[in-house]
């Protein structure tokens, strides 16, 4: 038991394990992470600190896109991985806003469009911290390249 990402690589450009690559684009300046192949719920979600490292190493990346689309069943424990663990401590250590978009294949979009993640994002909205579904990566990308107009605000000290 326990967590599934055993990294094998230390080079934040391209965080690779048999489950989860995160790497960074310049260019658009954004975080991507992506999901290698269908996991189990509690592999599911990459460790807290090795995202927040990436982004801290990357220009304090505030743009996160999030590949889900190998997920055959979604979980609700995003929702509670979005909400108590990422939220708060991403805007503490980043500044604010942060926007992350999420992919997902469209077999999921009732239960992404459900009342409790409408009411996680408005939650989530007061924190400045912008967690959005999409189920088309280009749509994700320009969402993200849009919401990069918005001015930051350093972390709270």
Same mark, same amino acid.
């Given at each position: !038991?326990?967590? +599934?990402?055993?990294?094998? @690589?230390?080079?934040?450009?391209?965080?690779? @394990?048999?489950?989860?690559?995160?790497?960074?684009?310049?260019? *658009?300046?954004?975080?991507? =992470?992506? $999901?290698?192949?269908?996991?189990?719920?509690? @592999?599911?979600?990459? *460790?807290?600190?090795?995202?927040?490292?990436?982004?801290?190493?990357?220009?304090?990346?505030?743009? $996160?896109?999030?590949?889900?689309?190998?997920?055959?069943?979604?979980?609700?424990?995003?929702?509670? $991985?979005? =909400?108590?663990?990422?939220?708060?401590?991403?805007?503490?250590?980043? =500044?604010?806003?942060?926007?992350?978009?999420?992919?997902?294949?469209?077999?999921?979009?009732?239960?992404?469009?459900?009342? =409790?993640?409408?009411?996680?994002?408005?939650?989530?909205?007061?924190?400045?911290? +912008? !967690?959005?579904?999409?189920?088309?990566?280009?749509?994700?990308?320009? $969402?993200?390249?849009?919401?990069?107009?918005?001015?930051?605000? !350093? *972390?709270?000290?």
């Amino acid at each position: !038991p326990g967590f +599934y990402f055993a990294l094998c @690589s230390l080079d934040m450009n391209d965080v690779l @394990s048999d489950v989860f690559a995160l790497s960074y684009e310049p260019a *658009p300046n954004l975080l991507v =992470g992506r $999901w290698l192949h269908d996991v189990a719920d509690r @592999s599911l979600y990459p *460790p807290q600190d090795e995202l927040l490292a990436a982004a801290l190493q990357n220009n304090r990346c505030r743009f $996160w896109l999030f590949d889900m689309h190998t997920q055959l069943a979604y979980s609700p424990l995003l929702l509670d $991985w979005l =909400g108590s663990l990422l939220a708060q401590q991403v805007v503490s250590v980043l =500044g604010s806003p942060v926007f992350i978009a999420c992919v997902a294949n469209e077999c999921h979009r009732a239960e992404i469009e459900s009342i =409790g993640t409408e009411t996680l994002l408005r939650q989530q909205a007061q924190h400045e911290f +912008y !967690p959005y579904f999409f189920n088309d990566e280009t749509a994700a990308r320009e $969402w993200l390249a849009d919401s990069q107009d918005h001015e930051h605000r !350093p *972390p709270r000290q």
